[in-house]
């Protein structure tokens, strides 16, 4: 009850600023909230404290040096942009890559996806409080995959292994076993977590109705990836716009019904078991044979053109728009970064919530500041 | 400094397919002229810019076109021909997509916002306009948004505005500075003792 002398009593709302240097931002992103009480009446959202001008960066180095910068723009889900950067480039130069190629990209991709997911969990749960537990058990099964990346591409995070046409070389003799028992385990790890958080009360009390996003309003501010799907919206590239091999597997597409945080964290779980069941389709249709097409040119001129490329990444739609006029350089190259789209609705999921839950919702968005700034 | 691209060359406009999503537009907007050409995924449609909010408009709300997801707006420096806003639309409910630009000349480079049309379109044109000097007519918040609030007179990825190579880079920029290593302000000498005589500017040595 507020009393009669409460009531009399002079408010005023005053600014909170949140990073860029700060544990719940995720990297450097800064926001300003303007709070009345506890409850956020405006956001103002600041990036670019981590712009690197990969996009200019890009145009300067031939084609095979720029995939290196797809590594460092999406460092979460490294194979998932490199993939993106080697169709865009494929598609101009008409290179088609080979059989075992395709399947070793779908395999590492959907890894990563699982890698970039685990990170999500560990992360988010730390944000809405459940410390530690979470965060030590989605790094350890996490790090099972890491090991894989690490003895295939001598590289804990920036891997440069695809390439314009395949992969730069072969898997190694044990990867199909090492990646069937990871594939086991990661069962397992899901699980783990699914039973720490899914139906832990305090977890869904901190996430149910919060940052709640309508699916037109979703769709106005073109959100992309598990945000998208979370408002009951079953698109995902893989199946809607079906690039490389993807149109051979067996999956599902999970989505939410409410749009809010829950749903979100719910539907980036299912997309971790999807993902192991692609990966174990991918391990068995494998063939044998070359990594890169028998005439790959040692120098890649692509022809004039434009194209836009875009993959299903772990946080939604991760594109890459390609110039060419000749020559060995791009003459512009655009990442379309799925997580600024996905920012761009913070202030609408933000407004009208407590200043904790402003935390919960930035975490649920799971930004990549490298993605986001470029 | 060697030229970053050796002739520069346009795509040839192969137009696409009868059939296409160019010929739903043409119907739905029959006055508003279109250069289609069939890209390597999607239809390219060229429109002059003084039409781009009514088809971008059209193109959201026609049951026909229903293009609801704007996926990526950029920017393109064309250099003399101009610089180039490109839109990337795609239609949940049709499956279809379609790639729109428009052209703006190098001294003139105004079009109109579409943040009207879609949410996401702010930021998206923050950044292409920071990063082109291209002016959105009608935006709500035109202020920078990677770039620095004060940086407004320098536009990162036109192509009048190279990345130097890093050896011409440090011998024009940091010649200057480099000459300075070793030199001892006035009243320091003492301090500094013999070592401390200023090199000669080393130009072209650079690093």
Redesign the interface.
């Known amino acids: 009850m507020v009393t009669e002398q409460e009531r009399k009593l002079e408010t005023i709302d005053i600014n909170v600023n949140v990073g860029p240097q700060h544990p719940a931002t995720h990297g450097v992103f800064r926001m300003v909230l303007t709070v009345s009480g506890e409850r956020v009446v405006d956001v103002v959202p600041h990036?670019?404290y981590m712009?690197r001008?990969a996009?200019?960066?890009s145009?300067?180095v031939d084609y095979r040096q720029g995939l290196i910068y797809q590594d460092r723009t999406e460092y979460l889900a490294q194979f998932n942009a490199e993939m993106c950067y080697c169709m865009a480039v494929e598609?101009?130069a008409g290179l088609e890559p080979p059989e075992r190629a395709q399947y070793i990209r779908i395999i590492l991709s959907e890894l990563n996806r699982i890698t970039s997911h685990y990170m999500f969990i560990g992360a988010f749960a730390t944000d809405t409080g459940v410390y530690g537990t979470a965060f030590t058990y989605a790094f350890r099964e996490r790090e099972y995959i890491q090991e894989i990346f690490d003895a295939l591409t001598g590289d804990r995070m920036m891997y440069g292994y695809f390439r314009p046409g395949g992969v730069v070389w072969d898997v190694p003799a044990d990867f199909k076993e090492r990646v069937r028992w990871v594939c086991g385990q990661t069962r397992v790890g899901i699980d783990d977590i699914d039973r720490l958080l899914t139906t832990n009360e305090i977890f869904i009390t901190r996430c149910r109705d919060i940052g709640v996003i309508s699916r037109p309003?979703a769709?106005?501010?073109?959100?992309s990836g598990p945000m998208l799907r979370a408002c009951g919206?079953p698109?995902d590239l893989r199946r809607?716009?079906p690039y490389s091999i993807y149109d051979r597997f067996e999956f599902d597409i999970p989505t939410g019904t409410h749009g809010d945080v829950y749903d979100r964290y719910l539907v980036r779980m299912e997309e971790m078991r999807q993902s192991v069941r692609i990966v174990e389709q991918a391990l068995e249709q494998m063939p044998d044979g070359p990594i890169m097409p028998e005439k790959a040119p040692r120098r890649l001129r692509l022809?004039?053109?434009?194209?836009?490329?875009?993959t299903e990444n772990p946080r939604g739609?991760y594109?890459i728009?390609l110039?060419?006029?000749?020559?060995e350089?791009p003459?512009?190259l655009?990442i379309?970064s799925a997580c600024?789209?996905n920012?761009?609705?913070l202030k609408q999921m933000i407004v009208g919530h407590y200043v904790a839950d402003a935390v919960v919702i930035l975490g649920s968005v799971d930004i990549v500041l490298g993605e986001v700034?470029? | 400094m060697t030229a970053p691209h050796e002739g520069p060359q346009e795509a040839p406009i192969v137009p696409p397919e009868p059939g296409t999503i160019a010929d739903l537009f043409r119907e739905a907007l029959p006055d508003i002229e279109f250069v289609a050409s069939q890209g390597p995924v999607d239809v390219m449609l060229t429109i002059d810019r003084k039409d781009v909010l009514q088809v971008l408009r059209t193109a959201k709300d026609d049951p026909q076109l229903d293009l609801k997801y704007l996926r990526c707006l950029l920017g393109v420096d064309h250099e003399e021909a101009g610089l180039e806003v490109v839109y990337q639309l795609y239609s949940f409910t049709h499956g279809h997509g379609v790639t729109l630009k428009t052209r703006l000349p190098q001294d003139d480079p105004r079009v109109a916002s579409a943040a009207s049309v879609w949410k996401g379109a702010d930021w998206l044109e923050r950044e292409t306009a920071e990063m082109f000097g291209i002016v959105f007519e009608g935006h709500p918040n035109p202020v920078p948004l990677l770039l620095p609030d004060d940086m407004t007179d320098h536009h990162p990825l036109r192509k009048d505005n190279p990345l130097a190579q890093v050896e011409e880079w440090q011998g024009s920029r940091l010649g200057a500075a480099a000459a300075n290593v070793g030199h001892v302000p006035a009243g320091y000498e003492s301090i500094a003792g013999e070592g401390g005589e200023p090199e000669g500017p080393s130009g072209e040595s650079g690093g």
């Open positions: 990036i670019g712009h001008g996009e200019k960066l145009e300067n598609r101009l309003d769709i106005d501010y073109g959100l919206l698109f809607n716009d022809p004039p053109g434009e194209v836009y490329m875009r739609e594109g728009y110039v060419s006029k000749g020559g350089k003459y512009r655009k379309r600024l789209s920012l761009t609705a700034d470029r």
